[in-house]
């Protein structure tokens, strides 16, 4: 029983023993041969990689810290970026140096344009004195072309006098006209052939054409001259730009082209004419060659054909929100100041100009609470006190002080707005005309005064104070030679109380900030 008994512990020891392996086998007891080998490599394996693993962690966030380190000195230079560092230095020494080899251009002044003006013999008496007011031959440079010699050349002051070239060979059928449109059509392509070094724009006028040259060189400037451009404005007549062109620059308002494009226009401009005999001017002509070169009119309100008769008063009085550049047909229109010759008023007009020709003409509107009176300023030109109160809407619109180019249209005619002279008796302005103007210059201000022009006014039974009885309007403005190099704004006048009898004091300049032309209104 007890060899039974063994056998039987023998038997459960081994079935125990089974049942401790993993695998299910046997264990070897302890004189058998042991198979540990393939597990001890397993365990060197795994400990192998764990050891890896370990040193590549701590070598990576050993590299992160010194990576933090070198962003928190902003300073530093890392030695990895030492050599692309010093070829940036390289390029950027080689940028500047290109930058001082080539500086940035001369800014465009007078003596880069070339001005090319139409004159005839028959009136080269009479029209030299508007050419005299505006062109200075120490600083300018220009040609005048006249169709056949005169008996006097002499300068006076004057530009050089030149004879068009002989222009029979060309067609011209238009009966309404005169052939004389094609040797003022090639004035421009004649200057250019002179030669003349530096130019950068050809400027066409009339001999009757008065230039405001300082703000005619601030619209220049806004132009990239080696571009083709070609620059002017429109007839102040719809039915001119209709009968001609509203993509056509009239030439008595004077118009711009670059050199690239007058040199353009030079080498197929005498074809270009060729196939347009039936056109009546030289303006038109001009711009049939510009639309065969897909030049479009570059518009620039400051430009003024005038084609309109009477009196400019309503024009100039509220001129747009642009410097101004020319001034056209002052033969046909009334001298622009009362009870003087054409030549004397613009020889008046010359002084503020000198002062301050950015703002010459441009219009302020303000407004007398105490009286209910509204306040329009043209600097350098004429003041007008209405009696009531109107916009700024209505007060921007020229007054109907002339008459259509045809005579037989209405005010409906006209290429802009215009607003009656008044619609009430008790509404026609009280104007006040430029007397003198004068510079301080220890105040940096302008003193301009203007007296009132007595004309007979409309019996007026409003219970409101008569600007009758002030006699002169005295103006105070800051020259701004910056004017134009802003966004195109008004500027804001305000009437200051005064102590002299019988005159306004008003002073014109920048808005401030806040302030616009509005009278207080209930509500």
């Known amino acids: 029983m007890k060899g039974s008994q063994n056998n039987k ?33 397993l365990v060197w394996l795994i400990l192998f990689v764990s050891v890896t693993y370990i040193v590549y962690t701590l070598k990576l966030v050993s590299t992160s810290r010194a990576a933090c380190s070198d962003l928190d000195d902003p300073f530093s230079t890392p030695r990895h970026l030492a050599t692309t560092s010093s070829l940036l230095t390289t390029n950027v020494t080689d940028d500047r140096t290109v930058q001082i080899v080539h500086p940035e251009p001369e800014q465009t002044s007078v003596k880069h344009i070339v001005f090319g003006i139409a004159a005839s013999a028959k009136l080269w008496s009479q029209r030299k004195n508007y050419i005299k007011l505006w062109y200075k031959p120490d600083t300018m440079r220009g040609i005048v072309w006249l169709d056949r010699a005169v008996a006097n050349q002499t300068r006076e002051g004057l530009p050089p006098i030149k004879i068009s070239g002989d222009t029979s060979e060309f067609g011209y059928s238009n009966k309404q006209g005169h052939r004389s449109a094609i040797r003022i059509s090639r004035i421009v392509s004649e200057t250019l052939r002179l030669g003349l070094k530096d130019v950068r724009w050809f400027v066409m006028g009339d001999d009757d054409t008065v230039f405001i040259t300082d703000n005619l060189v601030r619209v220049l400037r806004k132009y990239d001259h080696t571009q083709y451009y070609y620059i002017g404005s429109l007839s102040e007549s719809h039915l001119q730009n209709i009968f001609f062109s509203y993509g056509m620059a009239y030439g008595g308002g004077g118009f711009a082209i670059s050199y690239p494009l007058a040199e353009a226009l030079s080498k197929m401009q005498d074809r270009c004419i060729q196939r347009y005999p039936g056109l009546y001017g030289s303006d038109d002509r001009m711009q049939a060659c510009m639309a065969e070169l897909g030049v479009p009119l570059t518009k620039e309100l400051g430009f003024h054909q005038y084609d309109v ?9 509220a001129h747009p929100v642009a410097p101004l550049v020319t001034m056209h047909h002052l033969d046909v229109v009334e001298p622009i100041f009362p009870n003087v010759t054409r030549v004397q008023a613009l020889q008046r007009l010359m002084v503020p100009v000198k002062l301050d020709s950015a703002g010459i003409m441009q219009q302020s509107i303000c407004y007398d609470k105490s009286r209910s009176w509204t306040i329009s300023v043209s600097w350098g030109f004429a003041v007008q006190i209405f009696r009531g109160v109107f916009s700024p809407r209505e007060m921007e619109m020229p007054s109907r002080t002339f008459l259509n180019w045809y005579r037989r249209a209405d005010y409906t005619a006209y290429a802009f707005n215009t607003r009656p002279v008044s619609r009430n008796p008790c509404q026609k302005p009280f104007v006040f005309y430029l007397s003198k103007v004068k510079f301080n210059s220890t105040m940096n201000t302008t003193f301009s005064e203007y007296v009132q022009h007595r004309v007979p006014h409309p019996l007026c039974k409003w219970r409101m104070a008569d600007p009758a009885a002030f006699e ?8 701004d030679p910056q004017l134009w190099n802003r966004s195109p704004r008004r500027n804001c006048c305000r009437v200051r109380n005064s102590k002299k009898k019988g005159t306004m ?11 616009i032309s509005e009278i207080a209104t209930t509500i």
């Open 505 to 515: 004091v008003i002073d014109v300049g920048l808005c401030k900030e806040g302030e």
């Open 472 to 479: 002169k309007v005295e103006v105070y403005k800051k020259p």
């Open 309 to 317: 008769y009477g009196n400019l008063f309503g024009l100039l009085a």
């Open 9 to 41: 512990d023998s038997g459960e020891k081994v079935i125990w023993d089974q049942m401790r392996s993993s695998t299910g086998n046997p264990l070897p007891g302890p004189g058998s041969q042991s198979p540990r080998a393939t597990p001890k490599l």
